[in-house]
């Protein structure tokens, strides 16, 4: 008998700060709904690991945190691959596709296929050096520096003037207006993230998102582009308006290329009036939203495990400008005695509830 | 006279970059903005949208709403005005 399709996935926390595990889930299973799905988690209380939906998990492992290094990865993977057999890997968070990529050839040799960017692609989407790649390739941005002192970043911010956003090479992101809070928020950031800590241009605006995959030769095989309807605290997108901007799209296909991307991404944009869209990030994952594009017409993850599997390509849509989403908190319900077992043995396989799939769509 | 035209934007045409729902909702499709707007705003610029002349609207206006031609010309200057400072329509 042969093996199910399985895939191995991070980024499953569905909290006020959402990341896209569960989405991708929820987007595959909607074409391939008998995929079996490992969660590959850092946290026992990651939200997607209780779901009974369709974005549930068949299996769950605890993997060691992204500073532990990729030999501990590595070894980690190989019981994980040991014991579920899995063919296929979506990484969804930023800090751990460093140690993904320096394990890649050894995962390849276990016969785990992924799509992911190449080292030199994600290094110049970095956080730090998004403002050379911008200046080299004539791309409006924000002005951006990075700093490994707190002193050398208060000169950078009185250089830019106050306000100014302090953000970290990987997540978050405040916004300072004196140099006591940006030291403040500097040794905050540092503590949790590392060095270098960023100091950007505070520019208000619309924010615009970008979801796409790029395939084997940096073409983007499908995208959807929405204005950010609704905030969160943070700045996270809550609801999303499709857009229909041809110019735009183009920006993001140059910026493809010039990166030799290949796989999925998500590029954000600030746009005040009567100003270009400038470039604000790269990320090298889908977003928590991917699943919204999925529903009508642009199923990106499904694409993905399409082109893993080596199967024919299928047809995305263009989205439709003026389909919006608004994202809805749900409450899950779960037993102590999986969060037990999980903290325990940092591993669980098949829930003790069986999984209640909603209808796919 | 200046002659406003809507800003097509590079999603396409005027015709298709704003959507109209109802006499009151319009969605421009290229930046995702949406407004509500008035009925006359909405008269006024439906007919921008679709490619009608200043001087024809200011009639359309003036017959549609019975008002005097001198009043028209002043509430779709004053509107165009406030559509050119929101980028919708550009002057050419």
């Known amino acids: 008998m042969s093996e199910p399709v399985t895939i191995a996935i991070t980024g499953l926390h569905r909290g006020d700060n959402p990341q896209p595990g569960a989405s991708v889930i929820r987007s595959m299973r909607r074409r391939y709904p008998d995929l079996r799905v490992v969660a590959l988690s850092y946290d026992p209380l990651e939200s997607g690991l209780y779901s009974h939906n369709i974005d549930h998990v068949d299996a769950i492992y605890l993997l060691p945190f992204p500073m532990k290094g990729p030999q501990i990865l590595l070894d980690r993977m190989r019981y994980i691959h040991g014991k579920e057999k899995f063919q296929f890997l979506v990484p969804c968070l930023d800090s751990e596709l460093d140690n993904f990529l320096t394990i890649y050839p050894e995962l390849e040799k276990l016969g785990i296929t992924a799509m992911l960017p190449s080292k030199a692609a994600l290094d110049l989407r970095a956080k730090e050096n998004l403002g050379g790649f911008c200046a080299s390739h004539a791309i409006p941005g924000p002005k951006t520096y990075a700093a490994n002192d707190v002193a050398t970043l208060s000169r950078y911010a009185a250089e830019i003037g106050y306000p100014v956003y302090v953000k970290g090479k990987y997540y978050e992101a405040f916004l300072v207006y004196s140099q006591v809070d940006l030291a403040e928020h500097f040794d905050a950031i540092a503590r949790v993230w590392g060095v270098p800590v960023l100091v950007q241009e505070a520019l208000f605006g619309d924010e615009y998102d970008v979801v796409g995959l790029a395939d084997g030769n940096s073409e983007v095989v499908g995208s959807c582009a929405i204005r950010k309807l609704l905030r969160t605290s943070s700045g996270k997108g809550f609801g999303g308006i499709v857009i229909d901007d041809r110019k735009l799209d183009s920006t993001v296909a140059q910026i493809i290329k010039s990166l030799r991307w290949q796989g999925p991404f998500e590029i954000e944009f600030l746009k005040m009036p009567r100003r270009p869209h400038l470039l604000f990030e790269i990320n090298p994952r889908f977003p928590a939203w991917v699943d919204f594009p999925a529903q009508i017409g642009c199923n990106l993850p499904a694409y993905l495990l399409g082109l893993l599997r080596g199967e024919g390509a299928v047809k995305l849509e263009r989205c439709d400008a003026g389909q919006m989403f608004i994202r809805h908190s749900l409450d899950l319900v779960a037993d102590i005695a999986e969060l037990a077992k999980l903290s325990t043995d940092g591993e669980y396989v098949a829930g003790p509830l069986a999984p209640k799939t909603e209808a796919a769509s | ?92």
Do not use: C, W
């Not at chain 2, 006499?23 to 008269?43: C, I, M």
């Open chain 2, 1 to 92: 006279m200046t002659r406003n035209k809507p800003h097509a934007g590079d999603g396409g045409s005027p015709t298709t970059r704003y959507r109209f729902y109802g006499d009151q909702f319009v969605l421009d499709t290229l930046s995702g903005n949406f407004y509500r707007v008035t009925p006359t705003a909405g008269f006024i610029l439906r007919r921008l949208v679709a490619g009608t002349e200043l001087g024809e609207l200011v009639n359309l206006v003036a017959e549609h709403f019975k008002i005097d031609r001198s009043r028209a010309l002043r509430d779709v200057e004053m509107f165009t005005s406030e559509l050119r400072s929101l980028g919708i329509i550009e002057s050419a």
